[in-house]
């Protein structure tokens, strides 16, 4: 995902995720919630991706009882950072280099290099406290550049790449001491039990025919991933349904509306009185009242259909902003349902790094979701053949 980055001056800290103080004007109860690993932070970087990724994977872990695990976020993504450079070269120059991607590009990543715990792997080898890749990138953009332009890649240049990620990330251990265990990263990943074809990529639009696959048209999903394509009201059973029935899912989302707030509450207001915000992830609107969002604008929300889903794609108000995961149903006093997200901004805001997304909210504004297959309803299942 292209997220808008986040830098919290918080340090990251345990977070009971069950416990649900109370916004302004809201009271949420639970109706079911899986469990999940404590909030992180992905701070100055774009790697929402992954943190949503990787927090899913380490959900299931749990669902499958296996225990908790902190798995290294940066150890993935250097390595999607290799395969974005060597898919820019091959492209002439014209692939994507960014920080951002979708979820199946975790995978990728997985099967190639294996993944390390966290504490074995940080990624952060400068002077900061958080992630921040900001310099990092910028070295990493004039590197590819050079090599396009004198159109090889020298054994200096392969040099230049690894020493550049050794500088800022961290050498990449070959062997390290876990438990009482030695591992490799691929027998560590090997010992997760992990199977990649588990898990699927879903969408829901109509310019490609339902029940098929097709690739996503951002520029987030450079390694062309396929997503299996449902219409809107059994997209949104699947994703109900996997909550009630002990999963969890990666949502990838745009979250530049007006009803996603700092309160951590996301909804798609049917009001004209809603002042207009635009602009950064930092702008996000105030609701009606001046203080924030309130059950009273959540109660009037749009129904959304199959055609305003296509059209916000169409115009390009849909955007691919943002990966999170989604573990739990919630509702509010008015008995309004609620989706339960977790964020990757830090332990942040009322509900200490959660979010209450609204059904309308996540209709309107899923990019895609990463799920695992057996998670999807049966009869659903056998539309997209997977059973």
Not at 77 to 90: A, E, G, I, T
Request: neutral net charge; proline residues 4%; charged residues 20%.
């Amino acid at each position: 995902m292209k997220t808008v980055t986040f830098i919290s001056a918080l340090l990251l800290a345990s977070a009971t995720l069950q416990a649900q103080p109370k916004a302004e004007g809201y009271q949420f109860t639970t109706v079911v919630n899986q469990k999940v690993t404590p909030v992180k932070n992905q701070a100055a970087t774009g790697t929402c991706w992954c943190f949503a990724t990787t927090s899913f994977i380490e959900a299931e872990l749990l669902r499958q009882g296996k225990g908790e695990f902190d798995l290294s976020e940066m150890y993935i993504v250097r390595q999607k950072y290799m395969n974005q450079l060597n898919d820019n070269y091959l492209r002439h120059g014209n692939g994507n280099i960014s920080q951002g991607s979708i979820s199946p590009s975790w995978f990728t990543a997985f099967t190639q290099v294996g993944i390390v715990p966290e504490e074995v792997y940080s990624g952060i080898n400068y002077n900061s406290p958080t992630h921040n890749h900001k310099e990092l990138a910028s070295y990493m953009e004039a590197i590819a550049g050079k090599a396009v332009q004198m159109r090889q890649r020298s054994p200096e240049y392969d040099k230049l790449i690894k020493n550049l990620f050794d500088i800022y990330m961290g050498e990449l251990p070959e062997k390290f001491t876990y438990k009482g265990k030695e591992y490799t990263p691929q027998s560590y990943a090997k010992s997760l039990g992990l199977n990649p074809d588990d898990y699927v990529s879903l969408t829901s639009f109509t310019h490609y025919p339902f029940y098929s696959k097709f690739i996503i048209e951002v520029q987030d999903n450079w390694r062309w991933a396929e997503s299996y394509n449902l219409p809107l009201d059994e997209f949104m059973e699947v994703m109900d349904q996997a909550v009630r029935n002990g999963y969890s899912f990666a949502w990838g989302a745009d979250v530049s509306e007006k009803g996603f707030s700092r309160q951590g509450i996301a909804t798609v207001p049917d009001t004209k009185a809603a002042a207009d915000k635009t602009g950064s992830d930092a702008a996000r609107w105030t609701g009606t009242n001046g203080k924030g969002v309130t059950p009273a604008d959540a109660k009037g929300e749009k129904v959304i259909t199959q055609e305003m889903r296509q059209l916000g794609y169409d115009n390009w108000e849909t955007t691919d902003d943002h990966g999170m995961i989604i573990y739990g149903l919630a509702k509010d006093q008015n008995g309004k349902e609620y989706f339960m997200m977790k964020n990757s901004w830090g332990v942040y805001g009322p509900y200490k790094g959660l979010w209450y997304v609204s059904k309308p909210y996540v209709a309107y504004k899923t990019m895609n979701i990463l799920i695992n297959k057996h998670a999807i309803p049966a009869k659903i299942a056998k539309k997209l053949g997977l059973k």
